[in-house]
């Protein structure tokens, strides 16, 4: 008897619990804070859902989910990148402490 399994645990985005909560770390764009979700998966077909333990940054343009943890627990617009600035080169955001863009290499 040959038995064969396809599953797994997959993470989600739930419920919005504020929208526009931060700014996106990949693209820049403007990210939910978001209830997670785990769901188990058999044969690509959901089978059991529950509540992640912490909530979590959704960008709206790219789909990006980051821990949010990241956010910093302030109460400011835009916690996830306090301070946005844009590579010359590329246009995207990257963190202020960097002096290279991790995206395309050019300097800042």
Request: charged share 20%; net charge positive.
């Amino acid at each position: 008897m040959f038995f064969f399994f396809v599953g797994g645990v997959e993470q989600g985005a739930g419920r919005v619990l504020k929208e526009a909560a931060g700014r996106c770390l990949r693209c820049g764009g403007t990210a939910d804070l978001v209830e997670t979700e785990k769901v188990l998966k058999l044969f690509f077909v959901p089978a059991w859902r529950w509540k992640g333990k912490d909530p979590a940054y959704l960008c709206r343009e790219c789909g990006l989910l980051a821990p949010g943890s990241l956010g910093g627990g302030g109460g400011e617009q835009g916690t996830l990148l306090p301070r946005v600035d844009r590579c010359g080169a590329c246009s995207r955001a990257v963190d202020p402490q960097f002096r290279f863009c991790p995206f395309c290499g050019s300097a800042l």
